[in-house]
């Protein structure tokens, strides 16, 4: 026995024939392969009309999936048991005697096309052989062929696993098996993972043909557990186990075939390669099928994993793998760090609960809240919404998201600046990934609410939580966050903040959890420097610094005068070869100082990256048609730059995209950018303990300095504070006191905040009355610190106040019921008015300005040119910031805010003409970021004024104007760029670019080679080539889906359809 098996062994490893491999019995022929030969064609034909083949029974088969390195894919069929779940996948006889497949032609016939030495020659030897012997061998003869089969090809090949074999009867449900159909591959099988896709086809049919095999001869096989088994793992040796088993299935196949005439093994191979060869090819893609495979395996794994609560966390973090590949791939995150993982595996967070958590900045809080947003789109299946604070981290971060989106199935929709539809877009199948504004992402939640749709949002991620104790638009954001806690119950939020304090107020209000970590990837040194000498800031010493040095550099008398502070010396003991940040407060203080510096700068460092500086003045010369800022001119070439919002949204793109790649390392800045895009550097200094005319806050001081150090480049981060003697004393206090205490601004800011927010109530239907209105007031976080903040007047008091105000104003009604002699309810609903108000997010303050405005523009609509809608749409809080410079109204008795409206909607107006910010900048002598940011502000209001009209019937004709105006003041570009300018990330420069590179529409870029790209246009990095690719195919996939949708939709057949409910009460 044992030299017959290694005799076998021997003979299979050495194929003749140029096979994919010997052990490929079940390779399904792709196009190429089945192009054979002339020769070997007439051969096949030869031998078909010798035989037919007649069967009389079905043996024990045994198929085992193997990887092989010069074939993809292959099937090892050998004798002993089998597992009935694999053996379904084979070809079988329908029939006995007569009825077994006459008609079907024999392939093969008594020519072995794999000459002697093949497997099928080997099996029908080893048959043969053993058949002969006497009848109580046979036992040990079914175990041993099994063992002598699986020991070949184990020693040769590398074998997936495939779990326990179990026995199959053949009986009277072997032949009422149907015949091979064209059925589409179901993802998830494990078996047709690595098998040619014709193959998998195949397999598939004669698995849903046996379906019907009896339960008795099964044992399930457990496909979860082994989903994630490599396809590189040795087939684990069953066979001892199975003795008993064996001996059964043997005693049974004796009987059966003491009956009827047994089957040999070369008979079952060469039908299962005559069914293989007939199998047709399917025309999708095999890898994708394969992938799409294996990514839903692992969603449904992970999504009981999370459903089931156990502490099995899945590949990675209850997420498919290729979440982790596309992290290394894409951010090059490779391992989380300690707290990452600690906080992820929270039991507050496993259990859904609400969290807040805390750390320093740059420690990669984003990273926990991406991976949470990525289990709630794929595993939980629900919508998520991200509010973050400014509209240039919301395009970032969707440029950083629109690739996972793409990989992993799911929408990335922005809701920033007029960007944003109201209400989103209903998915039936992928799930959205909103990344919105504050105040968009309060639209977007009323408009949930509004629509029954509040439960779809499963979970709320907000950046930088502190902002909640900001002026107005920490009101907005208190608003939103309350609503989604009183009319959803399913709906997690996610917190995060660098500078939190008063904490437990804010657990009180979100009902959450807080975690917090004092970790940084870089450590962070702290100094002050008073004249030349700098101390290190120490929390043990006992005035709360320590020396540290002096500052060595020499200094000229001209060199002093102009550099009091020694800012020459401490920024070039850094730069060129590492970055830095010099905060100013004030923006004229930032070019002034940025110039400073540059003058007494050696020369060599024009040298440093000369050739890249270039480009950068360049391509600013590019997108300000040909007007390049003089600061800028004179500073770039030594690598220094000025960054604050007087520069326009491609200057400053372009600016930070040379910071971030090297080619700058100085920025001379506001506190803006602080907690704007995510701009690290080895040193931060502070030019001064103040922000304009007001001192430091602490908030604002540990914002500043945790940009310093980067992580993965910099060991070591350095914060130095410039201080006078005069401020040493508050400055002391400043680094030594805790962090300010956040507090609601929803009682301060009243028609942004508590008045707007009771308008909604009422318009949305979430409290109606008094009591209920009060009651809602009560889960604020206004409510959790009403203690603190009212003082003169009761929380109760301020609720009738405000109502009584929104209804004397015509933007509420009251009704009163009275229920009984002592008690009466107090109702409210919202008028029309009242309704375009808060549908237009239309500041309470301005709402009937805006009514008279559009009321009086109907009496006589000047259409000529747009001048007259630009009037309309110019935003009313930025009246009170212009200044006109004509004197001839001054000698007339005319409003002044209507002036001021006017004059700004000149500059409208000449922008829409021109489309070039430097000349309407020069033309109205204004700072060309004051010019950028009325744009903005005037796309985004005419945004506002569009849903305003819509809710009132008598502006109905503003409705169709209106549109159009948004979107030019929106890209504010000639018309052929906008579909370029769609793309998030794409402004008017590089839209230039694309148009004049060919890529003229939206599918244009969808369709581009990343690689291509970065040939074609100049100053664009890899990164940037493909984020701009990735969220163009989002955002034609969103395109499509939306009208695939509205067809479906049309198509399908109305709920309220006269006779539907009858003839659905029949059928029941």
Not at 148 to 170: A, Y
Not at 588 to 599: D, G, L, P, R, S
Not at 963 to 969: I, P
Request: charged share 25%.
């Amino acid at each position: 026995m044992d030299e017959g098996g290694s005799r076998i062994r021997r003979r299979v490893s050495l194929p003749k024939r140029k096979r994919p491999s010997v052990g490929c019995v079940f390779v399904a022929p792709t196009a190429a392969k089945l192009e054979r030969g002339d020769e070997e064609k007439k051969e096949e034909e030869m031998v078909a009309e010798n035989r037919r083949r007649k069967t009389a029974g079905v043996i024990p088969v045994e198929v085992q999936p193997c990887l092989l390195s010069d074939s993809p894919d292959c099937l090892v069929l050998g004798s002993g048991d089998t597992n009935p779940d694999l053996l379904r996948h084979m070809p079988t006889d329908r029939g006995m005697g007569d009825q077994h497949n006459d008609s079907e032609e024999d392939m093969f016939g008594d020519y072995d096309s794999f000459t002697e030495n093949s497997f099928i020659a080997q099996a029908d030897d080893l048959e043969q052989k053993y058949m002969q012997l006497p009848e109580h061998q046979k036992h040990a003869t079914d175990f041993a062929t099994e063992n002598l089969c699986s020991e070949s090809i184990k020693n040769k090949l590398s074998v997936t696993p495939i779990g326990n074999l179990t026995e199959l009867q053949t009986d009277e449900h072997t032949e009422n098996q149907s015949g091979c159909e064209d059925v589409t591959v179901e993802p998830g099988a494990d078996l047709l993972y690595d098998v040619p896709s014709s193959q998998a086809m195949y397999f598939e049919n004669l698995r849903n043909s046996s379906n019907d095999l009896g339960d008795q001869f099964m044992k399930k096989r457990d496909w979860k557990s082994s989903s994630h088994n490599t396809v590189n793992e040795k087939l684990p040796h069953n066979c001892i186990e199975q003795r008993q088993q064996n001996d059964e299935s043997s005693s049974k196949v004796r009987t059966s075939s003491d009956m009827n005439r047994r089957t040999s093994i070369k008979d079952h191979l060469k039908s299962a390669m005559t069914g293989n060869a007939k199998a047709q090819t399917p025309v999708f893609s095999r890898s994708k099928q394969l992938k799409e495979t294996l990514l839903s395996k692992e969603i449904n794994v992970a999504k009981k994993t999370i459903e089931s609560s156990s502490n099995d966390l899945g590949p990675f973090y209850s997420l498919p793998s290729k979440v982790r590949d596309l992290y290394v791939q894409l951010k090059g995150i490779e391992k989380l760090y300690e707290w990452q993982h600690t906080c992820l595996t929270l039991k507050s967070v496993q259990e859904r609960k609400n969290l807040i958590y805390s750390l320093p900045t740059s420690g990669g809080k984003t990273l926990v809240a991406e991976i949470l947003m990525l289990q709630e789109l794929l595993c939980s299946r629900k919508d998520v919404l991200m509010i973050l604070p400014y509209v240039a981290i919301v395009q970032e971060k969707i440029s950083g998201l629109s690739s996972f989106g793409i990989e992993l199935g799911f929408f990335v929709e922005e809701y920033a600046g007029s960007k944003g539809r109201f209400p989103p877009t209903k998915r039936r199948e992928k799930k959205s990934l909103y990344i919105a504004t504050i105040e968009k992402g309060h639209s977007l939640v009323n408009s949930l609410i509004e629509t029954g749709r509040i439960d779809s949002l499963g979970l709320v991620v907000v950046d930088e939580l502190h902002m909640i104790g900001e002026g107005s638009r920490g009101a907005i954001l208190e608003m939103t966050l309350a609503k989604i806690l009183y009319t959803s119950k399913t709906t997690q939020i996610i917190g995060m903040s660098a500078t939190l304090n008063s904490v437990e107020d804010l657990q009180k209000f979100l009902q959450a959890e807080y975690y917090t970590s004092q970790f940084r990837p870089v450590e962070l040194k702290e100094y002050l420097k008073i004249n030349d000498t700098i101390y290190e800031i120490d929390s043990k010493a006992e005035n709360g610094m320590t020396f540290s040095r002096f500052l060595n550099y020499k200094y000229s008398d001209t060199l002093k005068k102009m550099d009091p502070d020694h800012l020459v010396a401490l920024v070039t003991e850094v730069i060129p070869n590492y970055s830095c940040l010099v905060f100013c407060p004030s923006k004229k203080n930032c070019e002034n100082v940025a110039e400073m510096i540059c003058k007494f700068l050696s020369k060599e460092y024009l040298k440093h990256k000369e050739k890249e500086k270039c480009e950068v003045i360049k391509n600013l010369k590019n997108i300000g048609s040909g007007n390049l800022c003089p600061v800028l001119k004179r500073t770039i070439p030594f690598g220094v730059a000025y960054h604050h919002s007087g520069l326009t949204s491609d200057e400053r793109k372009l600016l930070e995209e040379a910071y971030s790649t090297g080619v700058l390392c100085l920025f001379t800045c506001t506190s803006t950018l602080a907690a704007g895009v995510n701009l690290p550097a080895r040193r931060v200094i502070l030019r001064a303990p103040y922000v304009a005319m007001e001192f430091l806050k602490r908030n604002q001081y540990k914002q500043m300095i945790g940009r310093a150090g980067r992580a993965g480049i910099d060991t070591i981060g350095e914060s130095i504070l410039i201080l006078q003697e005069k401020d040493k004393q508050q400055v002391l206090e400043l680094i030594t006191r805790p962090l300010e205490n956040c507090y609601s601004h929803l009682f301060q800011e009243f028609t942004k905040g508590i008045q707007t927010l009771f308008l909604s109530l009422i318009g949305l239907k979430i409290a109606t009355n008094l009591d209920d209105i009060y009651h809602f007031m009560n889960g604020t976080f206004f409510g959790v610190q009403q203690k603190i903040l009212l003082k003169e007047k009761s929380l109760w008091e301020i609720t009738v106040e405000s109502l009584r105000y929104l209804t004397e104003k015509g933007l509420l009604q009251k009704d009163t019921i009275y229920k009984s002699e002592e008690e009466v309810q107090h109702n409210f609903h919202i008028t029309k008015l009242g309704r375009a108000s808060f549908k237009g997010t239309i500041d309470l303050a301005y709402c009937d300005i805006l009514y008279r405005d559009l009321k009086k523009g109907l009496e006589g609509l000047v259409l000529e040119s747009l001048l007259h809608l630009i009037y309309l749409t110019t935003p009313y809080d930025l009246v009170s910031q212009c200044n006109p410079d004509w004197m001839i109204y001054f000698r007339q008795k005319v409003d002044k805010d209507v002036v001021n409206r006017l004059y700004l909607s000149f500059v409208l107006y000449s922008l829409l003409k021109e489309t070039n910010i430097w000349t309407v900048s020069e033309k109205f002598n204004m700072p060309r970021g004051y010019v950028q940011n009325l744009l903005t502000g005037a796309a985004s209001f005419s945004s506002c004024v569009l849903h305003f009209c819509e809710e009132l019937e008598e502006f109905w004709v503003y409705r169709a104007l209106l549109v159009e105006l948004t979107k030019k003041l929106t890209y504010c570009v000639k018309a052929e760029l906008i579909p370029l300018m769609e793309v998030t990330g794409v402004l008017e420069g590089r839209a230039k670019q694309l148009y004049s590179a060919g890529y003229k529409s939206l599918t244009h870029l969808a369709n581009a080679n990343p690689e291509v790209l970065i040939r074609t246009i100049d100053h664009l990095s890899r990164r940037q080539a493909k984020q701009i690719v990735s969220s163009a195919k989002m955002l034609l996939h969103e395109k499509a889906e939306a009208l695939q949708e509205e067809v479906e939709e049309l198509l399908r057949l109305p709920s309220d359809f006269p006779g539907a409910v009858a003839s659905s009460t029949d059928e029941a």
